[in-house]
Structures are given as structure tokens and as C-alpha cells.
T-cell receptor, first 116, second 111 residues
Framework: GAVVSQHPSRVICKSGTSVKIECRSL??????MFWYRQFPKQSLMLMATSNEGSKATYEQGVEKDKFLINHASLTLSTLTVTSAHPEDSSFYIC????????????FGDGTRLSIL | EDQVTQSPEALRLQEGESSSLNCSYTVSGLRGLFWYRQDPGKGPEFLFTLYSAGEEKEKERLKATLTKKESFLHITAPKPEDSATYLCAVRGHTGRRALTFGSGTRLQVQP
């Protein structure tokens, strides 16, 4: 099946640090990638949708200057959490979808971000 | 606005005890209902896509069904390795490719 790789799996850093998370589709071309945030025992909250070569579309309440998303190629999207603070600590998960409109999304294994 | 409600929130079964998980949804024109399995600390793993009422999909001990208002994930003779959170999501006809997820059912199967 389709494989999505997310890196790093865990990050622990000091407040004020910027953190970059990578999401790669390994065996298919991901025309659309999604970034989610998940709190303990809660479901996935969509943060933004990005199409290759275009600016990301952010969900209401998500700060675009805080969460920078780049989708420069058909296999790579990055999420940068800028000047991270403890309230940004969470589980961030990316997913990718191919060209066919109704294809399922395939998810990475997530990044546990802990800001001290 | 698309909405997905899953029940029960948590379910504990004995090994071999069959049961069903429910996913109720409201969506402006269903373009797909998706079932995922999520293990702790991992991303969701794709299980099934259902597109129209009456459709059924099976994979090992799991069977997903779909009506116009809800979907069921039937688990037959579950094993401890089936323990996970099962997530349901929908995609509507709004033009967005994003999914709307339910809050999931945490399943624990005891030996």
C-alpha cells in the first residue's frame, strides 16, 4: 500500500525554537498533503491543506505565520512551527493523497512535539 | 458543515466476542466514508472506503457497511491484536479534499 514517511518522530526543544517536520510520500505522487494536530484521546484536527506548488489553505483559527507549510514537490511537504511555545506541544500528523479525487488519505506516523 | 459521530467512545471485548462500532454522519453529498485504525503514538492506518449506501467491504475479521445515515464496522471474533482506536471520516461534495473525522472508538480486546 501507499507509504508516507514523517520525520522526526519525536522532538523535545526549548521554548522559542523553530521546529521543522518533514512528510514524504515514498511510492506515489502526492498532489495534496494535509497537516493535522491531535490532542490526547481526541480526534484529528485539520490544520491546513497544501497542493504541490501552491500556497497552503489554513483552517479557521490556525495561524499561518506560526505554522509555515511548504509543498515544493510531489513527494515532500514540510511544516515549520515557528518560535514554538509549550502550548504548541502536541502530536502532529501529515497525510497525503494522490491525483484521483476520491483516493483515501495515507498517513505518516506522526511527530510528538514537546516544548519545554 | 459535515459532522461525524462515533459510538461507543470506548469498548472492551473478550477475545472472540463479536461486536459493532457505529459511525453516524451528516454530509452535503457523500463522496466517500473512510475507516482507519490508529495505534497509540502512530498515524491512522487506512482500512476501507465506502462510497454508496448498501456497499460492504471486508478485511480479515473486519467488515464495514454503509447506509445513507451511518456506517458500521463489524468485528467478528476479535483478537487482542485488534485493540486500537477506530476512526471514521467523511468527504463531502464541497470541493474540499479534506476529511472530517469522528472522535473514534477505543477498542480493547482482552485475552
Amino acid at each position: 500500500g501507499a507509504v508516507v514517511s514523517q520525520h522526526p518522530s519525536r522532538v523535545i526543544c526549548k521554548s522559542g525554537t523553530s521546529v521543522k517536520i518533514e512528510c514524504r510520500s515514498l511510492d506515489f505522487q502526492a498532489t495534496t498533503m494535509f497537516w493535522y494536530r491531535q490532542f490526547p484521546k481526541q480526534s484529528l484536527m485539520l490544520m491546513a491543506t497544501s497542493n504541490e506548488g501552491s500556497k497552503a489553505t489554513y483552517e479557521q483559527g490556525v495561524e499561518k505565520d506560526k505554522f509555515l507549510i511548504n509543498h515544493a514537490s510531489l513527494t515532500l511537504s514540510t511544516l515549520t512551527v515557528t518560535s514554538a511555545h509549550p502550548e504548541d506541544s502536541s502530536f502532529y500528523i501529515c497525510s497525503a493523497s494522490g491525483r484521483e479525487r476520491d483516493q483515501p488519505q495515507h498517513f505518516g506516523d506522526g511527530t510528538r512535539l514537546s516544548i519545554l | 458543515e459535515d459532522q461525524v459521530t462515533q459510538s461507543p467512545e470506548a469498548l472492551r471485548l473478550q477475545e472472540g466476542e463479536s461486536s459493532s462500532l457505529n459511525c453516524s454522519y451528516t454530509v452535503s453529498g457523500l463522496r466517500g466514508l473512510f475507516w482507519y485504525r490508529q495505534d497509540p503514538g502512530k498515524g491512522p492506518e487506512f482500512l476501507f472506503t465506502l462510497y454508496s449506501a448498501g456497499e460492504e467491504k471486508e478485511k480479515e475479521r473486519l467488515k464495514a457497511t454503509l447506509t445513507k445515515k451511518e456506517s458500521f464496522l463489524h468485528i467478528t471474533a476479535p483478537k487482542p491484536e485488534d485493540s486500537a482506536t477506530y476512526l471514521c471520516a467523511v468527504r463531502g461534495h464541497t470541493g474540499r479534499r479534506a476529511l472530517t473525522f469522528g472522535s473514534g472508538t477505543r477498542l480493547q480486546v482482552q485475552p
